[in-house]
């Protein structure tokens, strides 16, 4: 896992990622009107990392997306849930209620809190999957963190 | 008295990870059978709630001109939504049974289930 | 292993795969018929028709899965989170108390 690969499959990874991480981009953020969601979407965006890792070795994207960084991302899309969650007991009448207005029916800011709820939680599962492919291809080092 | 596909498929599914637990003497290829046991289980609980000429639970404007139509063609949405659930939930505990079998490799030097059984003092 | 054990394994599993097959498509009833519900003995469609009607007009989104997996099912969905966050957790502990163990 620490040597990369061969100039073609750098060259046509690094093409392709931009493409593969605006698709997961777009189906945790269209995840009201098309099928999909949060739970996909933010598989596919780890699955475009994941690629770069193959291509490149660890060693050169830890640089940029470290094992601090993952955790920290993760805790944030659970906290931004839970909050979300709270929002709706102080403004409302009990957790989970609806805070966000429900606008027009079939444009992108409509529904209420599914769309801020999807987006925490393809940021949460795509960190998350990250993290557990980062501590199994880690498990012999020295001292990581 | 008609076969359908889905649930004999969802079946041979099932009964082939069945045969991967009996036959095989490696902690991960029995792993790998129960993924394929559960995906059977899944393809069962979708197949359930179909309805006969539907069409997808999406409300939108290409798929069903009005609201009555919508309602009466569409398929059940509340398998899909429990399905969605329990495919992360699968994703969580083959994480956490790998990490285990590392653990167990490197504890015991093998990965047969039948020599990790005994113990050690 | 055996060539006696290993056809023993193949007929267990091809009685084991008839016996699902035949109880799923012979017994139930038939596929592509909406799951129905009984209630003080009449018979009407199940709770997926219920959320069919009320879920676009009640919440804004098209998306009837949605309303399913955040808007009445949503207790679901975060223990679901809770899940994946203590499986994360649980991976990451195992495989650092595998290096102190050097």
Not at chain 1, 121 to 128: E, L, M, P
Not at chain 2, 9 to 30: D, F, R
């Amino acid at each position: 896992m620490m040597a990369g690969m061969t100039v073609i499959v750098k060259t046509i990874s690094r093409i392709m990622f931009p493409f593969i991480f605006l698709f997961g981009v777009y189906i945790v953020f269209h995840g009201h009107l098309t099928p999909g969601g949060g739970f996909p979407g933010g598989v596919i965006i780890a699955a475009s990392v994941a690629m770069l890792i193959l291509a490149y070795g660890l060693e050169r994207i830890q640089k940029s997306t470290s094992f601090l960084h993952a955790e920290v991302l993760d805790t944030l899309g659970s906290v931004a849930i839970v909050a979300i969650g709270i929002l709706g007991l102080i403004f409302g009448a009990y957790f989970l209620e609806t805070v966000f207005p429900l606008g027009v029916f079939g444009q992108l800011f409509s529904g209420g809190n599914f769309l801020w709820l999807y987006i925490g939680v393809g940021i949460k599962v795509a960190a998350g999957i990250l993290l557990i492919l980062f501590a199994m291809l880690m498990w012999d080092r020295g001292e990581h963190k | 008295m008609i076969l359908s596909l889905n649930y004999v498929v969802a079946m041979l599914l099932i009964s082939a990870g069945i045969y991967c637990l009996l036959a095989k003497k490696n902690l991960v290829k029995m792993l790998i059978g129960i993924v394929v046991m559960i995906d059977g289980v899944h393809l069962f609980l979708i197949s359930l709630g179909y309805r006969a000429e539907g069409i997808v639970p999406i409300f939108n404007s290409e798929v069903a001109p009005s609201l009555p139509y919508f309602v009466s063609r569409a398929v059940d949405p509340l398998p899909q939504a429990l399905v969605l659930t329990s495919i992360v939930i699968n994703i969580c505990t083959t994480a956490l049974a790998l990490s285990l079998c590392i653990y167990a490799y490197k504890h015991y030097g093998t990965l047969d289930p039948s020599k990790i059984k005994e113990l050690k003092e | 292993m055996g060539k006696a054990k290993q056809a023993l394994n193949l007929a267990l599993v091809a009685i084991i795969a008839a016996t699902f097959i035949y109880s799923v498509n012979f017994t139930m009833p038939e596929f592509g018929t909406f799951p129905t519900r009984e209630i003080n003995g009449k018979v009407e469609n199940s709770v997926g028709q219920l959320y069919l009607e009320n879920a676009t007009w009640q919440t804004g989104a098209a998306n009837v899965v949605t309303t399913i997996v955040w808007g009445y099912r949503g207790y679901d969905t975060l223990g679901e989170s809770t899940v994946l966050f203590t499986a994360v957790i649980g991976v990451i502990t195992v495989l650092r108390a595998m290096r102190r163990d050097e």
